[in-house]
């Protein structure tokens, strides 16, 4: 019988300690930080939004006086021609990141795998596999749009046709029972879409990893395996989400923490610039805006950089966990991460390099 998603977690536990503690190697947190931060991994530890307020004695006043002599200066077809050019560098730079990302996916994968991340070799080798996942994760995110826009756009053009919108104190009751409907509509489109996402990272990947087959064909395949064993990956399911919220809390502390090292000096470095740009004369314009976001980027990938360096544990043992359990029902990966002493070496897709070494069996 294959083994439990609960008995899962203590391979992975352990795959984790071995990994990145017998040695530690600062190198390998540090190339583990970079691939898990491109490769989107922290999601697994669920999301963060940290803010903090600080109020500096009698300088709030000489600012905000700053900002609003210069603002107004700005012209407004300057500002708006800076929003598209930031707007279409936004989208632009998201889809690069998300082919990036994709490939990065499968980097991952073999580092965890072989407990060894080289991040230039796996990004030439895995330059095949990662532009089929790039295109899955293109039509995941148009059917995301789609899905988004049939669930907010039908139900408003029904209440609009139906004259609900108009006088809405009249139609209470079927506003009330339709909000509902909706509401449960969505909650089910979330965690479906959610969970294809989770199983095509953590059951799909691997197979196009080793097999070097598409996407499509790959969820054909998980969706047989699935029907035979349906509870276990339901158990899977409901343990991962376990583990991501204990996860989540964990990681979150520490990005706090963080957040508050980095943001006191920050603050207080803004501060001194805008009294030190006013004193000088400067202006807000294309010139200083640009600047400022160019600095606001980089503290950004700093911080981000630094989030993913100690959420490197999390990074490893959630594709840990993946790993193992599906190992167990997928005997192509079993064969590699399960090596028979003395037997061939695995045979690498077509057009490929050879794959990485396999870790020595635990558990």
Known sequence: ???????????????????????FRF????????????????????????????????????????????LPSIDPALFAGLIVVLVVAGLVLG???????????????DSVLAKECHIRQGWNRRQGPGARYF???LLYVLGM??????????????????????????HLAPLILGGILWFLFLVIFVVAAAVVYVLTKD?????????????????????????????????????????????????????????????IPTVGLAIVAVLTGKTAGLTWNVYTITVA???????????????????VPVIVFFPAYSIYFF???YPALSAVLYPVPGGAAPISPPGQSPLPPAPSPIG
């Open 1 to 23: 019988m294959p083994i439990s998603a609960v008995d899962t977690v203590s391979l992975a536990f352990r795959h984790t300690k071995e990994q990145l503690f017998q040695p």
């Open 27 to 70: 190198g390998q947190w540090t190339r583990l930080a970079v691939v898990g931060l491109l490769a989107g991994e922290l999601g697994s530890s669920g999301g963060c939004n940290t803010h903090s307020n600080f109020n500096i004695p009698h300088q709030p006043d000489t600012s905000r006086h700053f900002l609003e002599q210069t």
């Open 95 to 109: 889809i690069v990141l998300m082919y990036v990302g994709s490939v990065m996916r499968f980097v991952l994968f």
């Open 135 to 137: 295109l899955w994760q």
């Open 145 to 170: 749009i789609v899905g988004m826009v049939v669930l907010v756009g039908i139900p408003l053009g029904i209440a609009f046709l139906a004259g609900w919108l108009k006088e809405p104190r009249q």
């Open 203 to 263: 059951f799909v990947v691997p197979q196009m990893a080793l097999e070097n087959i598409g996407a499509i064909e790959g969820w054909r395949r998980l969706w047989h395996m699935m029907e035979a064993e349906m509870g276990g990956y339901a158990g899977y399911v409901g343990v991962k989400i376990v583990l991501a919220i204990g996860a989540a809390i964990i990681v979150g502390i520490a990005t706090l923490i963080l957040a508050l090292i980095i943001a």
């Open 293 to 311: 976001v160019v600095v606001g980027c980089v503290l950004l990938a700093i911080f981000l950089y630094l989030v993913a360096l100690i959420s």
């Open 327 to 329: 190992a167990a029902r």
